[in-house]
């Protein structure tokens, strides 16, 4: 069965460093998210992405996030300058044309811890 | 979107059938509802949706009122495996690209 896959499982990195997260969604998918989920808090979305741009994203997603589709099978979340509360599980999720877009798969998640 | 309420917990033994509800008593007619659960910090699962009809697949049923302003999410015979938090999501079915996800109810399948 086709799964979204994401890497690394877990980053560590220090304040004020780039981080970017990988995710492979599943092939004939067009709809693409970022989701955080903060240590006991809710799932909570980032962006979504279609045709290259973004479609929607919320207030979190400000200027030091951006995302990426370099190629036909990776999207990417950049974070520039990581800051302690980003700290977090973020879950990389795909939905098909055929479907309705809240019908989304998710990966694992990469789990970032900022020092 | 419309909100919902769910309860914080619930307890199944396991063998038996789960039944989660969902109160989102300001749904609108062109809103679905979704069911997603996440086990232990994995990633959310999506389970099912409907809009008025009941529905079945091979993990669960979803059984929603005539007035649309509850559901209930029934796994059929619960496994330890099924524990974990189960998310009721309202959205307009397509239209909206993001999914909202409150605390859900946490699930406990006993021996």
């Known amino acids: 069965e086709p799964e979204v896959t994401q890497t690394p499982s877990h980053q560590v990195t220090q304040m004020g460093q780039e981080v970017i997260l990988r995710c492979v969604p599943i092939?004939?998918?067009?709809?693409f998210y970022w989701y955080r989920q903060i240590l006991g808090q809710k799932v909570e979305f980032l962006v979504s992405f279609y045709n290259n741009e973004i479609s929607e994203k919320s207030e979190i997603f400000d200027d030091q996030f951006s995302v990426e589709r370099p190629d036909g099978s990776n999207f990417t979340l950049k974070i520039r300058s990581t800051k302690l509360e980003d700290s977090a599980m973020y879950f990389c999720?795909?939905?098909?044309?055929?479907?309705?877009?809240?019908?989304?798969?998710f990966g694992p998640g990469t789990r970032l811890l900022v020092l | 979107d419309a909100k919902t309420t769910q309860p914080p917990s619930m307890d199944c033994a396991e063998g038996r059938a789960a039944n989660l509800p969902c109160n989102h008593s300001t749904i609108s007619g062109n809103e679905y509802v979704y069911w997603y659960r996440q086990i232990h910090s994995q990633g959310p699962q999506y389970i099912i949706h409907?809009?008025?009809n009941n529905e079945t697949n091979e993990m669960a049923s979803l059984i929603i009122t005539e007035d649309r302003k509850s559901s209930t999410l029934i796994l059929p015979h619960a496994t330890l495996r099924d524990t974990a938090v189960y998310y009721c999501?309202?959205?307009?079915?397509?239209?909206?690209?993001?999914?909202?996800f409150g605390k859900g109810t946490l699930l406990t399948v006993n021996p």
């Open positions: 999720a795909s939905s098909d044309a055929d479907r309705a877009k809240e019908t989304q798969y």
């Open positions: 409907g809009l008025k």
């Open positions: 092939s004939n998918h067009l709809y």
């Open positions: 999501i309202v959205s307009s079915g397509g239209s909206n690209y993001k999914l909202t």
